[in-house]
Every structure is written in C-alpha cells, then in structure tokens.
C-alpha cells in the first residue's frame, strides 16, 4: 500500500489529505487561530463548582467555560494540585517528581466539591475541543503523546496498546520501559512501538520528559488562564502517529512547512526525510492530486459506489444515518442473497472511510441490505471490524441487529468536518449537486451497462451543459472513457432534461 501525505497552506489555515493508493481516506483542516487543539495542557483556573453534576466549569480562556467531570480528574489530583501550588511559589524545581510527596488519592465515588474550589488554579488538558455552543472538554489526568510512548505524570503504571497481541512482545515492551522509566512517570506504549530498541523508546522518553520540564517553568509566576504545553501542528502529529515504511510522497506547496517536516523527521524517521517535496507545478496542488475531486464526490448526502450502489448519509442532532443501497446493480451472483452480501461488503469498506473522512462522532446506525444467513451477517460484522481497524479514534461496532441494522459508536473529539458539495442550480433558484458529482454517478452507471457485452452501442441523453462538459476539448472525459472502455459512447444533448437528469439507452444490433 502507497501512502501519501499532501498538505495546501494559504493564509489562514492548512489542508492535510491523507491518500493510500490514490484514494482519500483522511482530510484534516488546521486553522492558525485554534488556540484549543486536542492535547493542549492549559493553567486554568476553577470556575462553578456544579455539586448536583458532580463536575466544574474551568476558565481556559474561551468564550465558553471548559468543562471538567469529577471522573475525569484521575486519582492524583491532590498530589496535581499541590504540585503545582510548589511550582508556581518556586518551592519546588525539581521537575522529575522522584521526591515529590504524593497526597492520597481520591475516592472513585466521591465529591467534587471535596476536592475542588472555586478560584483554584488547576492544570487541565484539552480532550474535547470546543463544538457548536459548547466548550472544551477537560481532563486533569495529563498526558504527554510522544512517538513510540506516552508519559503519563503522578503515575507508575505501565500499559501496552491493545492493537499489540503477541504476548511475548507486550511483556519485552514493559520490561524494557521499567528499566528506563523515571520515577513518579507512567507509560503508556503505543502500536507502532513494537519491535523497537530500548534505545529508540528512552530517546522518545527523554524528548517527553524535556516537554514535561518545559512546561513546568511556564507554571512559575504564570497568570490564568495560560497554555502552558501546546500539542504538535497537525503536520507533526500525523507523521508522528502514522508514518511507517508504506509512506512515499510528503508534498506541501509551502517552503517554510516542507522545512520543518523536514527537521522533525529527522528526529522521528531520518531515512524518510527525502520524499518530503515542495509543489512547484502551476495546477494547484489538491488537483494535481485528484483530491479536489474526491473531496466534491465524498461529502455530498449521497455517496456513489462500484456498479451503482450508493450510500445515503443523513445528519441528525442526535445521530447520523447510513442507508446501503443497491441502486440499479445487476452482476452474475447465483442469489439475491449474494448480491446482498457482496453489496454489504462493498459498503462497509466505504462506510469505514466515510467515517474517519469526515470524522464523524457520536452514534452512527447503519441499515445495510437484509440477509437471511447468520453466517453472511457475520462475516459483514467482521469485515466492518477489520476495516475500521485502521481507524485512530476510538470506537466501538454491536453486532447487526435482526433488522439488519449496525449501531457504531465513535468518540467525537473535535467538530465534524463538513464541506459543502452544491452549487447554483443553473435552471432556476436553489442549488444542485455539483457537475462532479453527478459524473461519478454516471461513471458507476456506465461500468454497469459496459460489463454487460450483448451492449454493444451505448447512448447516453443528458442536459445541454453536462453534454458540453463531457465533451469538451481533444483530451475530454468521454476520450478518457473510450480509452478506458475500449468502447465509443454517443452522447445526445436533451433541452427537456433537468440539470442531474440523465439516462443511457442501449442500441442492439
């Protein structure tokens, strides 16, 4: 598998797309004025202490109160809070907590009110950013992401990522990580640590524990509220939690950005340092790509897949909704109930990157095509699985109901990203789906009516502007079809026809 990573900057913010094999599978958008990013660590300061939630709001600067849940304190907030009254009096500088006193820890029932105070000052992180009306999400149980590992403070455990199931290897990880790892520090050991060097994990431990250090001077004589740690820009973070050996192409069309990803795999990934490149070509970059493309035909309500099945996505306040539909398919399976299956199958792979494209969150119920055989559903159940296997946010997939219907839950941690697929509708008011669009519709129909060799000449009617943009120029879409086909398709400009409107008609002869 190829990956590439092409990133568009302009003035205000950055584009990171994300393509394995051509295809775009993650769009990411990172604006220069997000001061609120997932991972960030802010001195802020308590706010309304709610006893009836058992949670707070805190001051982190925005608009809107952050808000903390007692749960999400971790059990060493006191030993936090008194850390930190030290530091910021200049009591205590030594930042490696191995002769910090620890307070004991908090009851897992308790009170919120027996731990916090209004106008207390606390270090929280940012694990949800802010979403519509609401704040941030907070957290006081830290933690620092580095590459291979996670530093975790006021903790001793360690644990290994669950993607890592051998066994041997989970217990040659801990071993190694309890020979390095300072005292007052928990680790956590991420997926792309196995197989490494104990030298390799104590180079990630030391860069964590140098943040650490750093943000712990920030704390002394500090007002709040104060960002006091800052994650990586987004650039890094996705080299620093994806890059591996199937990585091929890094093209950014920014010199400043193309030398400083530059500088940072060199720290994390020397040997990949050469295939980050600078765009120079007059065509923009996203379409030099394919992606300005991808992005028009992936986000609309309607989602078209291989031989005319497509996916509706509807968005509600409380859940999104996927409805799997074989259109017009026609294919050489022996039984309805094959159709249905090899269907399924096709969408749970796009519904798999549907998902983290547009990083959907929250509830998502999925009504795929019924199936009578309990060994069909199940072998659906388990291609869902494996294909959101490679999905970083968290989530969790229940078993098809006897309805058919999948339920996914997926964390939401930052806004959806919803990127608008219309344009003005030429023959009258409203809008319409983008030309675009509409020929990834007509290529899937296409496909379907061309597989079948008792076709032999195919006709397609569309509207007068579809006809003159398909036709248009020596190199133009219906050319690019023939080449592909092998087969020449006569296409008839119809003034009756509705802008989307099309349809093929077969002369047998």
Known sequence: MKTELIIRSNSSDID????????????????????????????????????GLNASFVNVGYPKD??????????????????????????????TLKNFRYEKDIHKDGSINDVLKSGQNLLVQIVKE????????????????????????????????????????????????????PKGFGVILRTVAEGKKVAELDKDLQNSLDRWKTMCKRIANTNTPTKV???????????????????????????????????????????????????????PIFEKYGIERQIKTSFGKTVSMSRGAYLVIEHTEAL???????????????????????????????????LQ???????IVVDFIDMHRSENRNKLFQHLKEQMSLDRTKHKILPPSKFGLIQITRQRVRPELSIKTTEPNPNSNGEVEAPIVLLDKIEADLERVISNPKNKNVVLNVHPFIASYLTKGISSIRFRWYLKHKKWITIIPRDAYKYLQYKFKIIRK
């Open 16 to 51: 990171f797309a994300l393509l394995k094999d051509g295809k775009l599978i993650e769009l990411n958008k990172e604006t220069t004025d997000n001061k609120f990013s997932v991972g960030d660590i802010f001195l802020a300061k308590i706010g309304k202490v709610l006893t």
């Open 66 to 95: 952050g808000f903390l849940h007692y749960h999400d304190l971790g059990a060493k907030v006191k030993s936090l809070t008194n850390f930190i009254k030290k530091v910021s009096t200049g009591k205590y500088k030594e930042f």
């Open 130 to 181: 802010p979403i519509s009306t609401k704040g941030p999400r907070l957290s006081s149980e830290l933690s620092i992401a580095g590459r291979f590992l996670v530093l975790v403070p006021f903790s001793d455990r360690i644990s290994v990522s669950q993607k890592i199931e051998d066994s041997k290897e989970k217990e040659r990880l801990k071993r190694l990580v309890k020979s390095i790892k």
């Open 229 to 283: 740690l800052s994650e990586l820009n987004r650039a890094s973070s996705i080299l620093r939690d994806l890059m591996n050996d199937s990585f091929t192409n890094i093209v950014t069309n920014d010199e400043t950005l193309k030398l400083e990803i530059k500088e940072y795999l060199q720290e994390i990934y020397p040997e990949k340092e050469k295939i980050v490149k600078l765009h120079k070509s007059a065509t």
């Open 320 to 354: 999104h909704v996927i409805d799997v539909n074989s259109g017009n398919r026609s294919n050489k399976a022996g039984s309805q109930e094959e159709t249905a299956l090899e269907v399924n199958l096709i969408a749970a792979t796009e519904i798999a990157r549907q």
């Open 357 to 363: 494209l547009r990083d959907m969150g929250g509830i």
